[in-house]
């Protein structure tokens, strides 16, 4: 089976590792994204998610924090376990997203195995989804491929 987009030309690693999704109403965003950068965004979101033109809109702050809640999941942890800003949401050259993993997300993906994860984002004007899987060769260590464009 042949697939078009770019970002599947590269042979995919032989297991699944983990999956992760995570659904959120915008509105919870509302106070943050008017507060933006300062306060919790700072410890929610990266520098570069910060430097975004779109920080302020609320419905683009929910993508990424649903992004990093369904990243943590398919790596096995939950939110106490890694820094949210060790996950970080970028897109690709054709617009799609993908994630740069540093600190302790990257120590648990080479810990399990993870080659890469793969992310998707849908939303609408009240609700986020973003779904995570984990991609890699169970049992073995990982490398640190980047797949973000800065």
């Known amino acids: 089976m042949r697939v078009s987009q770019p970002s599947f030309r590269q042979s995919l690693p032989d297991s699944v590792l983990g999956v992760g999704v995570d659904i959120i109403r915008t509105e919870r965003f509302r106070e943050i994204a008017r507060r933006a950068p300062g306060g919790s965004a700072a410890r929610l979101f990266t520098p570069d998610e910060l430097s975004d033109r779109r920080i302020n809109e609320r419905e683009y702050l929910a993508s990424r924090f649903a992004a990093k809640e369904a990243v943590m999941k398919s790596l096995g942890c ?25 600190g302790g997300a990257s120590r648990r993906a080479n810990e399990i195995g993870a080659l890469r994860v793969l992310v998707s984002i849908s939303h609408d004007h009240d609700y986020v989804c973003a779904f995570a899987v984990a991609l890699g060769r169970a049992g073995g260590g990982g490398d640190d491929d980047e797949t973000c464009d800065s």
Not at 89 to 101: E, H, I, S, T
């Open 78 to 102: 939950g939110m106490g376990d890694i820094s949210f800003t060790d996950i970080e949401v970028c897109r690709m050259d054709g617009g799609a997203p993908a994630v740069r993993l540093s």
